[in-house]
DNA sequence: GCGACAG
DNA sequence: ATCTTGTCGC
């Protein structure tokens, strides 16, 4: 992995094409002891992002360590190429933590993508991690609306294919977008989705990640690892 | 050609 | 993604 920053969009695309081969989606036994949240922040108009990973117990999930990491980007935001831009700085906060946690959840999307290759399945491959997707808005794919209470979910389809699952985190809320990264399948991945579930809307370690990352930004907290 | 479009 | 107070609804 490299030259992220001076890829074209088709370079990058024919990247991805190639990346996906290498995707493992199958359905496993996951013992989760240790559960990551990995988010971005930056200042608009800035070329600067602080990129941060939390880590939490599972399923107590409470915070016990992170990782951040202040990097630039050449790659602008381009819908279905943000892991161009926010990867490389993912990896460096990741290669940073001591130890790594059973599976990581990203801000983003996993294989609910155009080319089934979203952040979170983009950056499961290039470090072989297990990782799941969990965006707040949807990038591809239909569902239909799920119930209105908590833990109610739809499959998100690509024709006939399933992508990912749109989940009801809150009652009366609007749903999360959950789908597998790498390492994981989509029922391993909603299944851990729901257990992540805390007061607010965004589970647990995205939430948590969004946090640490914007207290970064602000200098509230230094970088390094803990 | 038109509309959609993670963070 | 980020800038921000109050306010509506359960």
């Given at each position: 992995?490299?030259?992220?920053?001076?890829?074209?969009?088709?370079?990058a695309?024919?990247?991805?094409?190639?990346?996906?081969?290498?995707?493992?989606?199958?359905?496993?036994?996951?013992?989760?002891?240790?559960?990551?949240?990995?988010?971005i922040?930056?200042?608009?108009?800035?070329?600067?992002?602080y990129?941060g990973i939390?880590?939490?117990?599972f399923?107590?999930?409470?915070p016990v360590?992170?990782?951040?990491?202040?990097?630039?980007?050449?790659?602008?935001y381009?819908?279905?190429?943000l892991?161009?831009?926010?990867?490389?700085?993912?990896?460096?906060a990741?290669?940073?933590?001591?130890?790594?946690?059973?599976?990581?959840v990203i801000?983003g999307?996993?294989?609910?993508?155009p080319?089934?290759?979203g952040?979170?399945?983009?950056?499961?491959?290039?470090?072989?991690?297990?990782?799941i997707?969990?965006?707040?808005?949807?990038?591809?794919g239909?569902y239909?609306?799920?119930?209105?209470?908590?833990?109610d979910?739809?499959?998100?389809?690509?024709?006939t294919?399933?992508?990912?699952?749109?989940?009801?985190?809150?009652?009366?809320?609007a749903?999360?977008?959950?789908?597998?990264?790498?390492?994981?399948?989509?029922?391993?991945?909603?299944?851990?989705?729901?257990?992540?579930k805390?007061?607010?809307?965004?589970?647990?370690p995205?939430?948590?990640?969004?946090?640490?990352v914007?207290?970064?930004?602000?200098?509230?907290?230094a970088?390094?690892?803990?």
């Amino acid at each position: 992995m490299k030259h992220y920053e001076t890829l074209s969009i088709p370079e990058a695309t024919c990247l991805q094409r190639q990346l996906r081969e290498r995707l493992d989606i199958e359905e496993r036994e996951l013992s989760v002891r240790l559960i990551g949240g990995a988010d971005i922040s930056l200042n608009l108009y800035s070329s600067t992002i602080y990129a941060g990973i939390i880590l939490l117990s599972f399923p107590q999930l409470q915070p016990v360590g992170w990782s951040l990491v202040q990097a630039e980007t050449r790659f602008p935001y381009v819908p279905g190429y943000l892991a161009f831009r926010e990867v490389p700085a993912l990896v460096d906060a990741w290669r940073q933590l001591a130890v790594k946690p059973d599976v990581l959840v990203i801000d983003g999307h996993g294989i609910a993508h155009p080319r089934r290759l979203g952040i979170a399945a983009h950056f499961g491959v290039e470090t072989g991690q297990p990782s799941i997707g969990c965006a707040k808005k949807l990038l591809t794919g239909q569902y239909h609306e799920p119930g209105l209470l908590v833990g109610d979910h739809t499959p998100i389809m690509a024709g006939t294919e399933q992508i990912g699952h749109a989940f009801r985190s809150k009652s009366k809320v609007a749903p999360v977008f959950v789908s597998p990264g790498n390492l994981v399948g989509l029922n391993n991945s909603l299944e851990i989705i729901q257990q992540c579930k805390g007061r607010y809307r965004i589970p647990e370690p995205t939430r948590l990640a969004h946090e640490l990352v914007n207290r970064f930004r602000r200098g509230e907290v230094a970088a390094g690892t803990q």
